[in-house]
């Protein structure tokens, strides 16, 4: 899912870093993903898809979530099971 794009992983960073306090990112890549989705738990532990028309920026933060670790779930059992376990709503 990698690609070329105008933005550096400072960027990315930024970007996520203004939609708040975050607890944490996971990505799904479930096959019908063109891009790949970013969900991001608030401390509630309500979960939100991040949501941009710009793909190159969804592709680098995707990049940039990945180089630091966060999940990545490629079918619906993983993204169901994970969800439950974190107890997300």
């Not at 890549?29 to 969804?58: C, K, Q």
């Amino acid at each position: 899912m990698s690609g070329t794009y105008s933005y550096s992983k400072e960027d990315a960073k930024k970007y996520l870093e203004s939609l708040g306090k975050v607890k944490f990112f996971y990505i799904s890549e479930i096959h019908g993903n063109e891009v790949g989705l970013i969900y991001y738990v608030m401390d509630d532990n309500t979960s939100w898809v991040f949501m941009d028309d710009n793909d190159e920026m969804v592709l680098a933060c995707i990049d940039y979530l990945k180089s630091i670790g966060a999940p990545v779930l490629k079918n619906i059992k993983e993204l169901r099971d994970f969800e439950e376990l974190n107890k997300l709503s």
